[in-house]
Structures are given as C-alpha cells and as structure tokens.
C-alpha cells in the first residue's frame, strides 16, 4: 500500500528549493502551447524568487528588441510558461502557468511577466 504524504512532509521536502535548483529552462507559448522562445533561468531576463518550501516565482522582463524575439518577427502574443530541464525540442514539460495574453507589438515594447511554480498542499 501507498501512502500519500502529509503537508508536513512536502513541507520537509521543501520543492521550492528542488524547482529552483533543479527546473533549468523557461519556455514561452503561444496560446496553442506553441514555442516562441526558450532560455535558462540563469538569463538576465529572469529573476528567481523562492518563496517558501512549495512556491518559486519567476520574474521575467521582455523587450520586442530581444535578440530571440525580433528574430521571430513581432508581432508575438505569449500565453503560457512551461517549466522543462533541458533546452530540448520534445521534452517532457515539467508544469505550464497560463497568463493573460501578452503581446510584443513593437521593439520599444516591454513585457513584464510574474510565473509561478509550486505545489498545492
């Protein structure tokens, strides 16, 4: 028999810490779950911010200028974040955190996103 753990055993476990040691790449989509763009959390766009022992929220700062983004052509309407170890194509998706959408019409253009990963207990 399985027993499912207590919150004071997640708690123990302390997954916010694992996430962010351990979840490498942020991929952002479209909203069909398309990848526009993929990068490390070690990017200077992002800042990582571990909340307690189940949340980890990420702060991420866009310009329509990017390299990555302007390669894509604009306009781009980002919809979702998926959370994946690896900067690989066909990869498991670890979690995915939709938002409202998002558009980067222009290269002058800023897009501030807060993402948030966790678990619920």
């Known amino acids: 028999m399985t027993t499912d753990i207590t919150a004071s055993g997640y708690a123990n476990l302390n997954i916010g810490n694992l996430i962010a040691a351990n979840w ?4 952002l989509q479209d909203s069909t779950g398309q990848k526009i763009i993929r990068f490390p ?4 766009r992002v800042t ?13 700062l866009l310009h329509g200028s990017d390299t990555d983004i302007a390669a894509k052509g604009l306009p781009q309407t980002f919809a ?10 066909g990869v498991a998706v670890l979690a995915v955190d939709t938002f409202d959408l998002a558009t980067l ?3 002058i253009d800023e897009l501030d996103l807060t993402i948030s990963v966790g678990i619920l207990v």
């Open 24 to 27: 490498a790449f942020i991929e």
């Open 80 to 89: 979702k974040a998926a959370f994946k170890l690896t900067d690989a194509d």
């Open 105 to 107: 019409n222009a290269a």
């Open 48 to 60: 990582q911010t571990i909340l307690d022992t189940k949340k980890v929220v990420y702060r991420v």
């Open 41 to 44: 959390k070690t990017d200077v």
